[in-house]
């Protein structure tokens, strides 16, 4: 199998607090954050989508600034309506599968990010709104994220006689007539996902209660990455402050974290196990506060481009000293 | 014949400081913490070696001759992951490897000329490849047996390679000084040098008879290292993910001091585990099964991994006090040591009390390999 399309980025681009760590402080007026963003990395994931229903204008727009870039490829992030209220119109699937064609037709398109939260577990209920999901946007290639660990632990033993919770149970005939090979739940999810031109998201976050360990797994064409920090103390303080209203700051205060070298070597180990199994990966970084993800972001494109050198804007060289060693410049 | 390679990392843990910090390039280094404290230098830099520094020396000394150096606490942490991945790196490449501490490794190379070329030439790649994926800078011994291989590596550092060919391994070590041999230290080296042993040459031309008189069963294999000889047995055994113990008593006991004792026997036996293993645990958990079976586990994560039996007793009889809530039999307990690592000296130990301590458990330790675990028990207050 040839090497897979190495893609790495972060999770949005407009961050006032990566002035200076990354954008330069003295922008004139042409200057434009993404476009300035593509000429380093390419791919991003756009988590605006989450919040809003973006306009095409807007996407037409994000097409245009970044067409310096020939491989520069979005994701984008399914609209909270549809993971998390679990609630949503025929108008608003067309208004986010317009902005999809839009973007797959300028061949700008990595994908969609279907992103559940902690508490979405594996019922029979979820199950099949996962299912609902990827049916619908079956035209486009989707990264499932779920953060429970229930959907990827083996099947308790009770599940062998109990009707399936996913939709699609299998079991293995056995040709000798010997007791049939039960899969476990986590396979037959990977099964369906890969049937349905899906992915499995794999993430790193703080491992708190059922959350899901960090280990990329190898589901259909893709690997699709994200690396929310470890920053235990702040995830468990905003676990407890779910659904009151808090600052940017205080919302942002679980994704400061900064990866050491040790912890990223750890992780390009991690990745480099799947690495050839797939056709593209894609790396994101959402550890945003202060520009840590861009800082990380460089770091891990070192680090799974076979060390080459990257080319580093001075701003970031600035604030992250430890990345000249890898600095083109 | 054998080709065993020892690769020890150069000034590791400063190394790994400099990555986390690039302005500490060039500068005198030294990781043990406060210049003013207690502790002693647990690593430091070349540049600061020049001003008489070396490891294990206290650290005001080493201000006192160094005041400007760098004094850093480290990032113990970091290094674990540093040396996890250069473990990596070379079971990548070689069949046997064999870790001797957080930074020192053996490999064995026998047959793989064939695929990597000549062993010189093969090491000053891997050398290359350590620096460039890595960024550690290392040097390394090569030759028939680990002992010479260890004291080849010795011979040039920092980057360095020294090659000793097959039957040329007296003839390297025979101008060395004696203290060239790992284990010839302060108490060994003045009773070797009163005895007119100035190189190791000294010792190879001595009568092995002479030598065992004088050390016993280790002068034998003093005089066998001397004359090149070596183990050439690469031990390599399987990561440790835990050690457990646990006992279920022959009737069920209440009370919280009667299974304390327990514990305290418990303890003794993982911490002797973990120290013949060159582990530490950071993760200590206790077991607590009730006469009705119900059982219950508690746990506790450390700020710094230990090997000490009084950490290891303190912690699990404060787990086991906050999990004994019930007035009812208990009819089994158990000690588990989770998250292993690699024993790597940490600043936090080496304050007075605590290099006594270690000191004191490194005996515990021997005694009880050689006498068995009910030789030597280290008291504990019945008031605890």
């Known amino acids: 199998m040839t090497k897979p399309k190495i893609y790495v980025g972060t999770a949005g681009w407009s961050y006032k607090d990566w002035i200076d760590s990354f954008y330069t402080g003295k922008q004139t007026k042409d200057f434009d954050w993404l476009e300035f963003y593509s000429q380093y990395f390419n791919t991003v994931e756009v988590n605006a989508s989450y919040y809003t229903y973006i306009s095409p204008k807007t996407v037409e727009g994000w097409i245009k600034k970044v067409e310096e870039r020939n491989d520069f490829l979005f994701s984008i992030k399914l609209h909270q309506d549809f993971t998390h209220k679990r609630n949503f119109t025929k108008e608003q699937t067309e208004a986010v599968k317009s902005n999809l064609k839009m973007l797959d037709n300028a061949n700008r398109l990595g994908g969609l990010l279907v992103q559940f939260p902690y508490s979405f577990s594996l019922t029979k209920e979820n199950a099949n709104h996962v299912k609902l999901l990827l049916e619908t946007f079956n035209d486009y290639e989707k990264f499932v994220e779920v953060r429970h660990k229930s959907w990827l632990s083996p099947a308790p033993k009770a599940s062998v006689n109990e009707p399936t919770h996913t939709p699609s149970l299998s079991i293995k005939g056995s040709a000798d007539g010997s007791a049939p090979e039960i899969e476990t739940m986590a396979e037959r999810f990977y099964k369906f996902l890969a049937k349905n031109k899906s992915s499995l998201c794999a993430i790193d976050q703080p491992e708190i209660g059922e959350a899901v360990e960090f280990k990329p797994i190898a589901v259909g064409d893709n690997l699709y990455i994200r690396f929310h920090g470890r920053n235990e103390k702040a995830w468990r303080q905003s676990l407890n402050n779910f659904s009151k209203n808090q600052t940017y700051e205080q919302q942002s205060e679980r994704y400061d974290y900064l990866y050491s070298p040790g912890e990223l070597l750890e992780i390009e180990r991690a990745i480099k196990e799947v690495l050839n199994t797939v056709k593209k990966v894609f790396i994101i970084l959402n550890n945003h506060p202060h520009g840590n993800a861009i800082a990380n972001a460089f770091e891990l494109l070192h680090l799974l481009t076979e060390r080459i050198k990257v080319n580093i804007p001075f701003t970031t060289l600035k604030s992250y000293p430890r990345l000249t060693k890898i600095s083109l410049n | ?384």
């Open chain 2, 1 to 384: 014949m054998k080709t065993i390679f020892h690769l020890d990392m150069d000034a590791f843990f400063v190394s790994v400081e400099r990555i986390l910090d690039p302005s500490l390039e060039g500068k005198p280094v030294i990781v043990g913490g406060d210049p003013h404290g207690r502790g002693v230098v647990a690593a430091c830099s070349y540049e600061a070696r020049k001003y008489g520094l070396h490891s294990g020396m206290p650290i005001r000394n080493a201000f006192r001759l160094c005041p400007n150096g760098v004094y850093i606490h480290g990032h113990h942490k970091e290094y674990g992951r540093f040396s996890k991945a250069m473990k990596y790196l070379l079971e990548e490449k070689f069949p046997i490897v064999q870790q001797a501490s957080v930074d020192e490794f053996y490999f064995d190379f026998t047959g793989c000329e064939s695929i990597y070329g000549p062993p010189e030439i093969f090491a000053k790649q891997l050398q290359d490849e350590i620096l460039q994926k890595l960024s550690l800078p290392c040097s390394m011994g090569i030759s028939s047996n680990k002992s010479v291989s260890k004291i080849a590596t010795d011979f040039k550092k920092p980057m360095g390679i020294t090659y000793v060919p097959y039957g040329k391994e007296k003839e390297f070590l025979e101008p060395l000084a004696i203290e060239k041999i790992p284990g010839v230290g302060k108490k060994l080296f003045p009773v070797l040098q009163a005895r007119g042993f100035r190189t190791i040459g000294d010792i190879a031309n001595a009568s092995p008879g002479y030598l065992a008189v004088l050390l016993g069963k280790y002068g034998t294999d003093l005089w066998n290292r001397a004359n090149g000889m070596g183990n050439d047995v690469l031990s390599v055994e399987q990561e440790r993910k835990s050690i457990s113990s646990e006992t279920t008593f022959n009737e069920d006991i209440v009370g919280k001091a009667e299974i304390e004792k327990y514990i305290f026997h418990l303890t003794s036996k993982v911490a002797q585990q973990l120290r013949n293993e060159n582990w530490q645990a950071s993760t200590i958990s206790i077991k607590l099964r009730y006469s009705d079976f119900s059982t219950l586990t508690r746990a506790k994560t450390l700020l710094h991994s230990t090997d000490d039996d009084k950490t290891i007793y303190d912690t699990s009889v404060q787990l086991f006090r906050q999990a004994y809530t019930r007035r009812v039999g208990v009819r089994l307990i158990g000690i588990h040591l989770g998250k292993l690592n690699h024993s790597c000296e940490q600043e936090f130990l080496f304050e007075d009390e605590e290099i006594i301590r270690k000191r004191m458990l490194g005996a515990v330790t021997k005694i009880r390999d050689k006498f068995g675990a009910n030789a030597i028990h280290i008291g504990v207050s019945e008031k605890d």
